[in-house]
DNA sequence: TCTGGGGTCCTAGGACCC
DNA sequence: TCTGGGGTCCTAGGACCC
């Protein structure tokens, strides 16, 4: 039996999020913008039409008089990811194998069902009626096809939001993939996309057509795949289950410069405090970790310093005070007074799972009992209710600026939705 | 003048994704 | 003044070994 899977994608997700309790912007161009609230990461539709593109700085996009009407909102990530939670709960109902790949798409296995498309539609409408979230959804034989008729369900409003497939249709084929820009295929990137060029490849259809054995030479075994893959012969498995994440990490840019020690501290001890909750919740230890620095790579006239170290532990942990205390260690082996730091950062590699993990038999266990009541109370009173001295909240000078954030409508009581809001 | 050949392991960096 | 954060995988090239 042919394979059959659907790519369920949020449309424009985190303004959709935002829009979901400011249903007076619907219709109005508006954007999200990143950490510090640096650059565009999410368009609705009327601020795409005016020609906004991803990931264009925000600076630049305010101060133009084409764009004065567009209202912008900082990153209201904890909100984001609670939609997401819930939209993910939703389609977990319309099939047993589901694997959720990033935070606004999903591949749902439909194989075998023979109400695909009326399943469809229901999931459509009661993602929109329940979570307050349009979705796009493309169906196909592959992953690599669900992904390129989701792009066409996103494109032609003929579709209503829901795009079909068919291998076998050798019209359909040929019309609709030769109007589709390579780049646009799941694994091209700039570089993939400019090198297919040289060799006269600029659509999906010419792609697919291409020579595998000698695409496979020339650029490798994953392309091989992805050819593969838009001729309907899966070769990327749905992933059921979500493998354990093989490093964490942690990083910001700060709000505004900093250069003393003290404060970048501060700044480790609140990463080192995140990455040990994370560690504690997928059960891994960690045994090693990096610590990093970095000065701002735009200002060309500042002196630059971007250090990085590895440091291997001693024994493997996921204790946020074990952590930490490397990450200190680290950063005083890297810091340099004299530079502005624009960015730091806390990541943990060479993860294990907890239970793998044997402790030395005459190991101090009072870690692991005091991570459990630091967990235990701050799940129960909110993150941050018990943290490490260095990671004073308090002291945050290097916290990004967040200028125009929605309130956290679903994930904190004193900002909760009211009526009338 | 002339400086083996092949295997493994590790790492940094690139490319890609959202 | 102002340019995100968090991942994975692959590859080239160096070090090392026999």
Known sequence: MEQC?????????FVSCERVFRPDLDGRPMVVLSSNDGCVISRSDEAKRLGIRMGEPWFKVKGLHKYRDVMAFSGNF?????LSNRVKCMLADFSPVHEEYSVDESFLDLTGFDDIRERSCAIREIVRKQAGIPVCIGIGPTKTLAKLANFVAKKHPKSKGIFFYNVLDRQQKRVLLDKIPVDEVWGIGQRLSRSLRRLGIGTVCQLHDSDIKAMRARFGVPMERLVSELRG????????????????????SFGE???KQDDLENAMAFHATKIGRQLRKQESVAGMVHVFLETDPFRKDRPQYHPYISLPLVEPTSSTVEINRYAMIGLHRIYKSGYEYRKAGVCVSELSPESLFFPDMFADSRQERIMKVMDEINGQFGNGALRLSQDDWMHRYWEPRKERMSPRYTTSWNELAVCGD
């Open 5 to 13: 899977i659907a790519l369920v994608d949020c449309n424009n997700f």
């Open 78 to 82: 904890p909100l984001y990811s609670d």
């Open 233 to 252: 012969i899966p070769c990327i498995e749905i992933a059921d289950i979500s493998p354990p994440r093989k490093q964490i990490m942690s990083s910001r």
């Open 257 to 259: 410069r900093i250069t």
